[in-house]
Nanobody
Framework: VQLQASGGGLVQAGGSLRLACAAS????????MDWYRQAPGKERELVAR???????NYAESVKGRFTISRDNAKNTVYLQMNSLKPDDTAVYYC???????????WGQGTLVTVFS
């Protein structure tokens, strides 16, 4: 599985961005797709997840502001980010979760910078 993330950028606080993660190769093996983020000096954290069945989960810090979705026809997962805050500034990574003992596959990060 290969993942290609896009959509990061510079945005003013209160604004919106939409990240996209296009998957290719063996996508039928994916149990869930995740968005993580890593801010400078901090550990990588799970932001949102969408399972194969369509269930979604969010970090408390983004609930009500971020929405994860997918377009099966395009093999793409999106992260719509609204009401952005400076604390959302981070490198965002998409990840394919295969379940069991299989290691996740990571896409390259995309930088989101929110200024006040």
């Amino acid at each position: 599985v290969q993942l290609q993330a896009s959509g990061g950028g510079l945005v003013q606080a209160g604004g919106s961005l939409r990240l996209a993660c296009a998957a290719s190769g063996g996508i039928f093996t994916i149990n869930a797709m995740d968005w993580y983020r890593q801010a400078p000096g901090k550990e990588r954290e799970l932001v949102a997840r969408i399972t194969r069945g369509g269930s979604t989960n969010y970090a408390e810090s983004v609930k009500g502001r971020f929405t994860i979705s997918r377009d099966n026809a395009k093999n793409t997962v999106y992260l719509q980010m609204n009401s952005l805050k400076p604390d959302d500034t981070a490198v965002y990574y998409c990840s394919a979760n295969f379940g069991g003992d299989f290691a996740p596959r990571w896409g390259q990060g995309t930088l989101v910078t929110v200024f006040s």
